[in-house]
């Protein structure tokens, strides 16, 4: 063999590695800017999970009962409502990468306050800024999907960017619990949030640095669509641009407010069921927490793959219903072992969600993407604001009520979607 053929073979060898690293990549939308996108929401939720769990025994420890912390839960899904229509605006205005690192910033002033507060009152005012990653980001992420990928890889991109956002949870709450267990509530949860802002620093660095500009245009399914031809739909008033959705979407819309109003009755409360009623501990409850994560990591991957091929309507019904069965679950453990049968449940309502989040940017005006999934937000956390309020009282009645109430709920939810959505809109 001689010099030639053998430089060839090298250079082969050398392009499948290529090819299948690409394939690889391309197999899990794993785009530069996706991959990017996707850092920072695995280092600021590696940061949140060590102490977001346990907030509203912060709350507690701060001085607030639980009808404060019933309001906390109001005040933060309020703020989620309002949050998201002006995040879409903003990130179709400057940027999907400048609206990420603005949105780091704001939650990262919101870290300091929540670590430095010396009573409950400065708690809410910490969750002013803390909500701008969790709610002001989701319509640039979102974006940022469905303008990186193609219709029939967006299930699994939102699979991607879920589990990056939800594999710390198999290890921060478990590390946040040891903390509390070293430090003392207080202290350990401070400690947490310092953290969670050196992390928010590093995506901030992270965002400048590695995001790849896009061009001024909009690649829908391979047209090219120029910003400058946005219709003046665009300057719409909001209820306006609520008529102007997609009648699928609205319908997918109404069943989610159904179903989030069932997490939101009940959500809250379950560290504080776990601890308070059942007896755990903050280590063993960061351990419930992981078998959760665990359980939604298993099904994402295969789930989202099934969906892209197969339609997206039967993983979107799974998942409304173990929302529905979580709550029940939860009221109905009486040890470790049943509560984290009840987690696992709680794990599973994750097998659609990244369809459903496909189904929303397949749906959504491609002119103004950004604003269209801020409105459905906006919308819907508007919509279960008083869910959490609600069961805070019914929980100074029996601690069970929000949990069997929320489950009720939920499976409505289900059958709206069940019997509303066609399936070819779900596809």
Partial sequence: MDAGEETSKVESRRKDSFSGRQGFKRALGLERNVAVMSLAVFLLGAGEELWARFMPKYLEALGAGVAVIGLFGTARDFLDAIYQYP???????????????????????????????????????????????SSMASPAIFATIAEQLPRDRRAMGFTVQSILKRVPVLISPTIGGLLIACFGLV????????????LAALAIFAQQRLYLARPLSSDVEGIKIPFSSVPSTARMKLFAQLGAMHPALKRLLISDIIVRTCEGMAGVFIVLYAMNVTGMTSFEFGVLMAVQMATSITVYIPAAWLADRYGRKPFVIATFICFALFPLAVALSKSFWTLALAFVIGGLRETGEPARKAIIVDLADPNRRGRTVGLYYLTRSLAITPAALTGGLLWNIDPTIPFFAACLIGLVGAAVFTLTVDRRYAA
């Fill in 87 to 133: 995040g879409g605006y903003i990130s179709d205005r400057i940027g999907n990468r400048r609206a990420l690192v603005l949105f780091s910033a704001l939650a990262a002033s919101g870290y300091v306050i929540y670590a430095f507060s010396a009573s409950w009152h400065f708690i809410f005012v910490g969750l002013i800024f803390v909500m701008a990653w």
């Fill in 187 to 198: 202290q350990g949860i401070r400690i947490s949030l310092l953290i969670t802002t050196a």
